[in-house]
Every structure is written in C-alpha cells, then in structure tokens.
C-alpha cells in the first residue's frame, strides 16, 4: 500500500487534531487553560492604551476580506501564468474556509471571552478563529501552490518564517484584543492546514498513466 503524500499526511494530522480539539471546546475540556490566557492577553491590552490601540489596527487589516481578496488577485495571477490546477486548488481551499468558519461557529455557539472589554468589533461565535482560519489558508496555499519555486533553502526558510510571523501576529492580536480564546485561534490554524493540505495532495496528485500527454 503506497505511503500517503506529505501534504495528504499533514492534511489528515491537521483534521484529526482539529476534531479533538472540537470534542475537547464542547465538553469543556479546555476552559481553564483558554480563561487564564485570554484574561492574562486581555489584562494586558486593558492596562496598556498603545497596546489596546494597536491590537484594534492590528484587527481592522487582518480582517479576512482582507487575506481572501489578496488571495483572489494571487489566484487570477497563477491562472493567468498557466497554474490553472494549483490556482484551482487553492480557490477550493480558500471557498471552503470561508464557508466553514461560520459554519462552525453556528454549531459551536461557543460565546466570545471578552467584548465586554471594549476592545474589539467582533460579535457572533467564538470558535473557531475566522481571522486566523482565514490568514493561515490564504497564506498557507500561497507558499505551497501559488508562489514559484524558492532558488534556494535559505529563501524557502525566509518564506516560512514571515508566514510564521504573519499567523502569530494576528493569532495573539485576536487574543489581546478578547475576541478569541487560544483554542479558537489554534482551531482555526488546523482547519487552514487541513484544507490547505488536501488541496495541495490533490493538485500534486499525477494523472493517471492514460490520460497523460503523449
């Protein structure tokens, strides 16, 4: 039996630890871990007027129309050069997480830790993240299906630690802000990595022997 692809394998870790995750948001499980962070993040925003002014720009350019419309312009641009499987791919991905993410959150009918702080302009359900859902599968099928190949092992490490930068950025800006509790954050990035991985699984996948160019 042949091994499943990285991107397959990755995309099955991300689902299985996102529907844990889930079980463990629904029973309860997580809610002293998430209080004590988001009181300690929103505790900190509260008591520092530049910090809670930053963490509401912070909030107002990471918003998810905002990753999904860089991710269309990102999209036509790949169609356009000829990567129409991946550009198809990554369109599915990003459809598919901008459909979940209240989806999920009507189900979860999880409330948000913190509003009453008046940090943020966030209302409906908390979990998951959609800033983060949405960030991570923008930029996730970016750096695995739209960007050219990196010349080097060293541009390849520079590209994944400004998409690390970017994703911790706004995963801790939801946090001070008291629109999400962690766990709705890490939710968020393990859907991205579960859509994202069966996207790439599939746009790698090698037709089959008789349907190939001749």
Do not use: I, N
């Not at 008591?47 to 809670?52: K, R, T």
């Not at 860089?70 to 991946?86: I, M, P, S, T, W």
């Not at 702080?117 to 959609?130: E, I, K, R, V």
């Amino acid at each position: 039996m042949p091994r499943p692809s990285p991107p397959a394998a990755a995309a099955f870790a991300c689902a299985a630890a996102a529907g844990l995750l889930s079980v463990a948001v629904v029973r309860g499980w997580t809610a002293a871990v998430d209080g004590e962070l988001s009181r300690a993040a929103v505790a900190a925003a509260v008591g520092s007027p530049a910090l809670a002014t930053l963490g509401h720009v912070v909030e107002q350019v990471t918003q998810p129309v905002w990753f999904h419309t860089a991710g269309a312009l990102a999209l036509g641009l790949a169609f356009r050069r000829g990567h129409r499987r991946e550009a198809a791919a990554a369109l599915v991905a990003g459809g598919a997480a901008a459909a979940l993410s209240p989806l999920v959150k009507a189900l979860a009918g999880r409330p948000r830790p913190a509003l009453d702080a008046g940090l943020t302009t966030a209302t409906g359900g908390s979990y998951p993240s959609g800033h983060a859902l949405a960030s991570a599968t923008v930029l996730l099928y970016l750096l695995a299906l739209l960007l050219p190949p990196a010349a080097s092992r060293a541009r390849r490490r520079w590209r994944r630690a400004a998409v690390a930068v970017v994703l911790l950025v706004v995963g801790a800006d939801r946090l001070l802000v008291g629109a999400h509790w962690p766990s709705d954050v890490l939710a968020g990035w393990l859907l991205a990595g579960a859509l994202v991985g069966t996207a790439t699984a599939v746009a790698r996948r090698a037709p089959p022997p008789d349907h190939r160019p001749t």
